[in-house]
């Protein structure tokens, strides 16, 4: 007997009642948590999946965990979809075993009626510290993941409603700060909790069977929509090719990331084959991530109102072989994968730029830099510190890049210095701007700024996971690429210029400053609009002799005005003096050679 159809209204009413249990879930973690790097940095996701394990709904949190939610959830059922109760609760890490990276715990609650389970509540947080040899447990100089912390199998941390005891001990004692870890995990709880109860709800408004097939159709409804903006993409294929600096244990040696889309009709391929072997350090990623990365750069081009859960992932097929730096096999390091995974976003644009030349930005950032500070005071209390922050987009088609924003695969906050000094042993010296960093174009790159932090502790231990250093962000069709990003140690003392990926001790006293690179520029800088130049100038983005060599733009700093004779000569003697082919080589870092027909000019 066929069903009848479901109705639209109905329909529209429940899927937004699911979608509203995510972001409650989401506001429940942010209101409940205890760690800076969740209620500040806000980096953690919830979702919402179906009594089969399918993602329905993500909260409005990181995209980053796009792909990686269900890949743990397949862990779960693949252990115990056989072996649930109401009242069970499951918890995980394992990067081997359905998780991404140490810090990353996972928290699942199947949700029943009349003892049939029909959802999952999902939870995934970064917590401050699980261990290892080095506080905050992200180095980038792990070489192996038995150095990085406590690897938690999937396993029931609630059975029938009763506490393990052994694993939330064994946990509590194998941290650097407990007190943070385990109200963190209660955070991750009541957000499941929340879920529980207005979930019911919703059993009791339209009955279990109707809920069930009305979370099929959530997803199915996705990969519909999905599917018809694929459509409307052009077919082909493309390829991008794109460096990290180096994993830092083998400094100096780039890492190649290679992406090739395939766009057939409704289904995209993403391959990742011919990315680099994974490396020792620990900045491999999980296949899993390497998905969220793909599914990221591929949801960027697609409507908005595309909610975002598992019939999205259907249409968009993710290859990467086992044993490169986007696929890591044990033993491989993995704590600092974020980094891999924002370039992969960052080279999925390149890419996606030459199938869509007008709706695609130039290289941002390259993601967020991880900072973890960590030790013991006078009464030996441990302390950890742990901060992730973004600098700046890349340039888009239309408009310049943002400024001092989340890169697009983190939607995270930055942490406010007032909030860092009230709860660590570490001051803000300087959080600003910095000029003369974003790539020139038609269309100005994001401008990126510097932090630097004193420790007030006697003695603690400093580790850095940032990139961009070396190989600069990309700019597109004639943009220029941005500035490289800067690590000093004591800036208005010694000076001393670190490594993009450190991990050392500190004293009382000691000030890092890690400055992010710019964004990549978009477009010829020669036809960037003189009055946007002047804009910059006086808002001290670009310097008055940036704005000269860049843009050929000068500017009479007495009056703020453009000398438009000398500008005029000025860009005369550029276009005349320069030939596309004769720029240095690190200028020249275009997906599309400069002398493609330029795309049609996007809407202001």
């Given amino acids: 007997m066929t069903a009848a159809p479901i109705d639209p209204i109905d329909f529209e009413l429940f899927k937004n009642a699911i979608f509203s249990i995510a972001d409650e879930m989401a506001l429940t973690v942010f209101r409940t948590t205890y760690s800076a790097v969740l209620k500040d940095n806000m980096d953690y996701s919830t979702g919402f999946a179906d009594g089969d394990g399918r993602l329905a709904a993500q909260g409005l949190t990181l995209p980053g965990h796009l792909g990686s939610t269900p890949t743990a959830l397949e ?50 947080c970064h917590h401050t510290d699980v261990g290892g040899r080095v506080a905050g447990s992200n180095a980038s100089d792990s070489t192996e993941i038995y150095a990085e912390g406590l690897r938690i199998a999937p396993m029931k941390l609630y059975d029938k409603g009763v506490l393990n005891k052994t694993i939330i001990t064994f946990i509590e004692k194998n941290v650097r700060v407990p007190v943070m870890v385990m109200g963190d995990l209660r955070a991750q709880l009541a957000a499941c909790h929340i879920a529980e109860q207005q979930f019911a709800e919703i059993v009791a408004k339209w009955g279990p069977a109707t809920t069930k097939r009305m979370l099929a159709e959530t997803i199915d409804y996705s990969e519909r929509l999905t599917r018809a903006a694929l459509r409307e993409l052009p077919d082909g294929e493309w390829s991008f090719e794109d460096w990290i600096d180096d994993d830092g244990i083998d400094v100096g040696k780039p890492i190649r990331l290679f992406v090739t889309l395939r766009k057939t009709g409704d289904h995209m391929v993403v391959d990742w084959t011919g990315t680099g072997p994974q490396v020792r350090g620990a900045i491999n990623n999980t296949l899993s991530y390497t998905k969220s990365a793909s599914y990221t750069g591929v949801r960027s081009v697609l409507p908005q109102g595309i909610p975002n859960n598992e019939g999205v992932f259907r249409a968009i097929e993710v290859i990467c072989p086992p044993g490169t730096v986007g696929h890591g096999v044990l033993p491989a390091a993995c704590a600092a994968r974020g980094l891999t995974g924002f370039r992969m976003v960052d ?35 441990p302390f950890v510190y742990v901060e992730f922050t973004c600098g700046a987009w890349g340039a888009r088609p239309w408009a310049d890049g943002l400024n001092g924003n989340s890169h697009m695969f983190a939607n995270q906050s930055c942490p406010s210095a007032e909030v860092i000094e009230a709860e660590q042993p570490v001051s803000v010296l300087a959080y600003e701007f910095v000029p003369d960093k974003s790539g020139a174009g038609k269309f100005r790159g994001g401008v990126p700024f510097r932090r630097a932090y004193r420790f007030n502790e006697e003695a603690g231990q400093l580790s850095v996971r940032s990139d961009r250093k070396t190989h600069r962000p990309f700019g597109l069709y004639g943009g220029s690429p941005g500035e490289p990003s800067e690590n000093h140690l004591n800036p208005h003392g010694e000076n001393r210029p670190l490594p993009s990926k450190v991990t050392m001790d500190i004293t009382k006293g000691t000030v890092f400053q890690h400055t992010h690179p710019g964004g990549g520029g978009w477009g010829d800088p020669l036809d960037r609009d003189p009055a946007k130049v002047l804009s910059d100038v006086r808002n001290e983005y670009i310097s008055p002799a940036c704005a000269e060599a860049d843009y050929g733009v000068v500017v009479d700093t007495r009056t703020w005005t453009i000398d438009t004779a000398a500008t005029r000569e000025r860009q005369a003697a550029i276009r005349s003096g320069r030939g596309w082919r004769d720029l240095p080589k690190v200028q020249r870092q275009d997906p599309i050679p400069r002398a493609a027909a330029a795309p049609a000019k996007a809407a202001e």
């Fill in 347 to 381: 080279c999925m644009y390149g890419a996606l730029a030459m199938m869509l030349p007008d709706k695609v930005k130039a290289a941002g950032d390259g993601g967020n830099s991880g900072i973890s500070i960590g030790g013991y005071d006078k009464n030996r209390k």
């Fill in 75 to 124: 862990a779960i059922m693949r252990h115990y979809a056989e072996d649930m109760a109401p009242g069970d609760v499951f918890i995980m890490n394992d990067p081997f075993d359905g998780g991404m990276h140490l810090p990353d715990i996972f928290i699942f609650k199947p949700l029943y009626h009349a003892g049939e389970r029909l959802a999952f509540a999902c939870t995934v």
